[in-house]
């Protein structure tokens, strides 16, 4: 469909001269009126239209009822995607890389288990995320995303690693995250597929594992810690069902090893810094910084005034 000095009016105010060159069920196309033949085709989404005037006199009026006026306005909840009358759900998986702070005092029990040359405490940073969310725009521009999410972090056995040359002693523990997330996100262009996100949450962990000393080993388990993360990144709407999200952030969290530990051959130990001199228990610094790249599936669910259906 091609028409000269049409005129579109969104439900944001804006008003758009343009040559209309191509209308679907989605979105219309269009060009700047004025421009060169060859200048760029912009589109807008048929939901975000108030009215089309076209040059004909015809006005077409996307605020009123389908049955009222035969528009093919979108109905079912993903096309009504990015507007106040549909909830997006995500469901996916990413990969974490994470930069662990080690200045706590797991180092200075390290090093007085193993004297002198204390080898270095180091570990597996990667670790792959689930998360699960739910969304939905504010406002009638559809450029302002809220919601919220729940991740499950599982890091390998191996995320914090040490031991001696023998093998004699050894460090090998690993967390479980529970985060509940929120956050707040505004679109960066004009087909509102990417988005500026802000994401602030509260971190639950429990860490596991176990630590051999002088050929002994202990369990590891039953050491819960509480901290947050901040984070911010894109996610981009690939398609209107896969989304992929990319962050950066900083986690904060101390875990205590305040539970005793046992092993089948030795019954139970509590372990100190370095006794009798400092019995502070030993805790581990789950913070630092971390970077996340992941994809998810996407579901919609049409919003009506008072709930979902």
Same mark, same amino acid.
């Given at each position: 469909m091609l028409s000269a000095q049409d005129t579109i009016f969104v439900k944001t105010g804006e008003v758009i001269? %343009?040559?209309?060159?191509?209308?679907?069920s989605m979105e219309i196309k269009y060009k700047k009126s004025g421009q060169a033949e060859s200048a760029a085709i912009y589109s807008?989404?048929?939901s975000d239209i108030k009215s089309i005037h076209y040059s004909d006199g015809i006005v077409a009026d996307y605020m009123q009822s389908d049955e009222n006026t035969g528009n093919t306005k979108p109905q079912s909840a993903i096309e009504m995607a +990015?507007?106040?009358?549909?909830?997006?759900?995500? #469901? &996916?998986?990413?990969?974490?890389k994470f930069n662990r702070n080690t200045d706590d005092n797991l180092q200075l029990f390290w090093d007085n288990i193993n004297g002198a040359n204390s080898p270095e405490i180091t570990g597996n940073p990667i670790s792959y995320p689930i998360n699960l969310r739910m969304s939905l725009t504010i406002g009638r521009s559809g450029?302002?995303?809220? +919601?919220?999410?729940l991740q499950l972090i599982f890091t390998p056995k191996d995320a914090i690693y040490s031991s001696n040359t023998s093998g004699s002693n050894?460090?090998?523990?690993?967390?479980?995250?529970?985060?509940?997330?929120?956050?707040? +996100?505004?679109?960066l262009n004009h087909k509102k597929t990417a988005a500026l996100m802000i994401e602030p949450g509260l971190d639950i962990a429990s860490m596991s594992g176990n630590i051999t000393i002088n050929s002994k080993p202990y369990d590891i388990s039953g050491n819960v810690g509480m901290g947050f993360h901040? #984070?911010? &990144?894109?996610d981009w709407l690939?398609?209107?069902?896969?989304? #992929?999200? %990319?962050?950066? +952030?900083?986690?904060?969290?101390?875990?205590e090893e305040s539970h005793k530990s046992s092993t089948s051959s030795t019954g139970y130990a509590t372990f100190y810094v370095d006794p009798p001199?400092?019995?502070?228990l030993v805790s581990v610094k789950w913070n630092g910084p971390y970077f996340t790249f992941g994809l998810s599936y996407c579901f919609y669910v049409k919003m009506k005034t008072g709930g979902a259906e």
């Open positions: 001269p %343009a040559i209309i060159v191509e209308k679907n807008v989404f048929i +990015g507007t106040m009358r549909s909830m997006r759900l995500s #469901a &996916g998986m990413s990969i974490e450029r302002n995303w809220v +919601g919220d999410e050894e460090i090998m523990l690993r967390n479980f995250y529970y985060n509940i997330i929120i956050f707040y +996100g505004h679109t901040i #984070a911010t &990144g894109i690939i398609t209107k069902r896969l989304l #992929a999200t %990319a962050r950066i +952030g900083q986690r904060f969290m101390t875990i001199d400092n019995k502070d």
